[in-house]
């Protein structure tokens, strides 16, 4: 700001101070006109030195100022483009992420779906075995329900072999056939009773 002022300064003194000399030219009307012809060069040498001190100032300044400006500038571009870098790399950063994220997505689903067929087949496994045990056990228990109805059965068919042989008996049991069987024992009971002559020698 203060810059500003001083370079608006030396611009009025330099727009003034021609006008002063010219309106003092005109005050003096003929004296100013004799030396009119001489004042010239001196006006335009004093033109000239402001001019040039004006113009020097103002290089000098406004060096600084331009310069520091450019600096402004490009410091505001490094600053643009480091920005921009890192922009580009945390686009980067986040792209990468993405695609492993979709690369760790799918591994999750590729292990869901084993950890799913390794459950169905362990399941499976479970279930056949499971099956395996109750067929066994099932056969196990008819074989238990057979040879029980085996052993009932065959001990029904002996009862009935024996009430059957009982009635045979019974209707073969005539008086005369049942006193030929005792006379029959009886014969048998006397011969081994009696001792054999190879006995008695």
Known sequence: MLRRSRVCFL?????????????????????????????IYWKW??????????????????????HSRTQGIRKSIEEADRLRREADQRLAEIERRLNGLEAEIEGLGANARAEMAAENER??????AGLEKLRRQAESELAGVVLAARKEVQAHAAALAVELAAVKIRAL????????????????????SRPSPKELN
């Open 45 to 66: 040498a004093n033109f000239a030195v402001l001019a040039g001190a004006l113009g020097y100032f103002i290089y000098k300044k406004s060096g600084a100022v331009f």
């Open 123 to 128: 399941l499976r496994q479970e279930t056949a």
């Open 173 to 192: 049991m005539t008086p005369r056939a049942d006193d030929a069987l005792i006379s029959s024992v009886l014969d048998t009971l006397e011969k081994t």
């Open 11 to 39: 611009l009025l003194a330099l727009v003034c101070v021609p006008l002063l000399a010219a309106q003092e030219t005109h005050q003096s009307g003929e004296q100013a006109h004799e030396k009119a012809s001489n004042d």
